[in-house]
């Protein structure tokens, strides 16, 4: 790739370097594979000296487009509600894909239609690969992607056909674990759950694994399932509330049922954690500031972001990736319990 008359080369910028022309086309191309220190020493040298490379050239070369495309399952009023998970995925998926100079495209998929139009976009060379997040059942979506030979990475466990797809999840089992065995720990004996949606990878794992630790302390389930919005939370908790008056505590599946689970304590005249202890899952910013702040288990949500488009800019520069990554959780006590 040269330059115009008069414009820097790629040759200058890898002379000004010091490294080869081939280090700076794969630093100019967004390549993880290049050492952080030689990729400070191009990018100086393309500041230095003015370099820009020519877009057009460089998807002939590349046949890339340097676009990558992140699909939400979700529809637009859940994924840009106060539910911080979603913006934390962009924001995680966002300040890679910007590092490694690459372009997002934000789709959500919540129809036939708008799936019909996904896979016709992504398997028209639009974009280099695809980001799949809040999957819901056997959705066909990534599987069909990934039999057009378009790399897809999904965040989350998939289930049905896109079970064996490259994934990045966070520790459900041992994160609910941790918080199931504090509530032991503090005393409490009837403990319920109000869990995720079982067409979803979280919302199942959550629940096996609460139902595991129960099991295995000799304690019986009390379930009850939402949808992970608020007003599922509070209907849930209604529903635990008249199946057994005397449970005294509950491990909630995402703080923003834990939110309107509090609300629906509130409002039986339940104190909290006197009377009913309560941990939520995801640690966004409202759990800081509910009444009692609450008590939860913390994903690392901006990460498993970044994760997702790490991995998939490695299955595109031709690296071979781990199928399945996992990234830790941490109990973060508050007040709630």
Known sequence: ?????????LEAVARRAGVSRATVSRVVNGSPTVAEEIQSRVRRAVDELGYVPNPAARSLVTQRTGSIALVLTEEANRVFSDDQVFPGIILG??????????????????????????????T????????IASLHGSDPLPATLARSQVPVVCGGRPLGRASTLPHVDVDQAGG???????LLATGRRRIATIAGPQ????????????????????RRSIVAVGDFTRESGATAMRQLLADD????????????????ALRALREAGRRVPDDVAVIGFDDIEMARYTDPPLTTVR??????GRQMA?????????????????????LVVRDSA
């Not at 040269?2 to 820097?8: A, D, E």
């Not at 994903?299 to 498993?304: A, D, E, K, S």
């Not at 800019?313 to 990554?325: K, M, P, S, V, Y």
Request: aromatic residues 2%; glycine residues 10%.
């Open 1 to 9: 790739m040269t330059g115009g008359p008069g414009r820097p080369t």
């Open 299 to 304: 994903q690392p949500i901006v990460g498993l």
């Open 93 to 122: 998926v966002s300040q890679q894909l910007e590092a490694a100079d690459r372009q997002l495209v934000l789709m959500l998929a919540h129809s036939p239609a708008s799936h019909e139009r996904i896979e016709r976009y992504a």
């Open 176 to 182: 609910v674990a941790a918080a199931i065995r504090h």
């Open 245 to 260: 008056p005397r449970l005294d505590a509950v491990f909630v599946a995402s703080d923003l049922m834990a939110h309107g």
């Open 124 to 131: 028209g060379g639009h974009v280099d690969g695809v980001l």
């Open 310 to 330: 790490r991995q998939l800019l490695r299955l595109i520069a031709g690296e071979q990736i781990e199928t399945a990554l996992t990234l830790q959780t941490e």
């Open 199 to 218: 067409d979803m990878g979280a919302g199942i794992d959550r629940l096996a694994a609460y139902r595991a630790v129960l099991r295995d302390s000799d």
